[in-house]
């Protein structure tokens, strides 16, 4: 009697302690779910920030290229107005300029 | 001990197994809770400095590749101005190269334009010997002003006579052919060559040698004050 009453107790804490050693595993197992989800999230917000990052580059990228070309083009017609300014001027001057060297040339000093 | 007693203290114990698991697992929940807010953030943090620091790189290397590549055609557009500024030049000098042409073909101008360079590099000189070099072309007009430029320097230095050998046996140049001052075939488009009689020290003075001085030294000059200077010309 004693010892079948003692055996019942004794059943019952077993079945206690199994209990309690799945609810601590459960929370533990979930803590490791939860942390790999941490991973996961963490790599889908830091795709969308690359993405965002791309995105933004891709506009730089762009405005530079047509600033590029704004400026190539401006600097093209910089160099070109240049040059025919200085070949206007090379013209009007030119035939003043070569007597004068003449004149050098042909004046000597003594 | 009585039975419900017994049963009483087992339950006892049963409620307090499951009550210090809850609470565990309540600590459990709540360190992942706090770990999955810590490693999110650390993993988050450390992507995103390294993608900013990727991005900003890159965003570095198109400034720097926009940079070197205006620097290109910015100097690319120096160079092409500068060079229609030296064609702009070339083509002022190749015209006065063929105005040294028309030059030595005026037979009265050049006499005495030659007699004064002669005068001009012997003075120059200050040799008591010289050694005088001319185009083949010109031999005889130089002889015949040898003894004039002679007399008129010694009257100008106040110095004797010098001798003045002319070299016959090598010449300048010839006279560009066909008025091509732009060919590769040595010319010479006038004047004379004098050195002392050792040869250290020559002195050159033809017409092309004095277009070049000029030339370097008078054409930024003339170039910008070429319509007014043009009446107030002092010889070198």
Known sequence: ?110 | MKDADVSRQIQQMIRFIRQEAEEKANEISVAAEEEFNIEKLQLLEAEKRKIRQEYERKAKQIDVRRKIEYSTQLNAARIKVLQAQDDAMGSMKDAAKKGLLRVSNDKKVYKKLLKDMIVQGLLRLREPSVLLRCRESDRKLVESLIEEAKKEYSEKASMQSPKISLDDRVYLPPPPKNGAVDSHEPYCSGGVVLASEDGKIVLENTLDARLDVIFRQKLPEACKEAPVRLNNITAI
């Open chain 1, 1 to 110: 009697m004693a010892s079948n009453r003692g055996q019942g107790g004794i059943q019952q804490l077993l079945a206690a302690e199994q209990e309690a050693q799945r609810i601590v595993n459960a929370a533990k197992n979930e803590k490791l779910a939860r942390l790999k989800q941490a991973k996961e999230e963490a790599e889908k917000e830091i795709a969308e920030y690359r993405a965002q990052l791309e995105a933004e580059f891709q506009k730089k990228v762009s405005d530079s290229t047509g600033d590029s070309g704004a400026n190539v083009k401006r600097l093209e017609q910089e160099t070109e107005e240049k040059i025919h300014h200085l070949k206007t001027e090379a013209a009007r001057i030119s035939d003043d300029v070569v007597a004068m060297l003449l004149k050098y040339v042909t004046s000597v000093k003594n």
